[in-house]
């Protein structure tokens, strides 16, 4: 009984120490749905006779400190290219960044870093451990609250870089 109270008690131990505080990424591998994302959206929108791209920076932290976490990180700006003040109606809503046939769908965060006027900026944490130098291409959902519509932008080629 000793023995096996002994086995026990090794075992919760072991199982205590595994890291819970890692989330799973979820990928979609849809090769049908990559295609129509980038063929349903547009390089550039145009809204309300205004003109719209978007930019988007990838990375994954390898900073040294107590961070383990070496997910993608992704912020997305859409600009307006009239340099005038960016519409209160406009918002980014939901992610998608493809590498080949593997697609992370993702909300953005709360997290809005809005230094320009005519930019709109959002943050997605928490996504695959691709490769760095990995080329992907990125559809945001772009929602327009005043008519409740929907549009789809992208962008191409944005490569994964790393900090150290």
Known sequence: ???FLLILFVIFSLASCINNDETEVEITVDAQLA???LN??????NI???????????WRDFMPGDNDDH?????????ALDSLL???Y???TKQYVILNDSIWITDYTDQRDNLYDYKLSRVSREGPEWGINKSVSVVA???NTTADSIYYIKVENVVISATY
């Open 35 to 37: 295609y129509d994302l």
């Open 141 to 143: 959902e772009v929602t």
């Open 90 to 92: 406009l918002d980014l």
């Open 1 to 3: 009984m000793r023995h």
């Open 86 to 88: 960016m519409p209160s």
């Open 71 to 79: 997910s993608l990180t992704s912020v997305n700006h859409l600009v």
């Open 48 to 58: 309300a006779d205004r003109n719209y791209i978007l930019e988007a920076f990838m």
């Open 40 to 45: 349903n959206s547009s390089d550039t929108l």
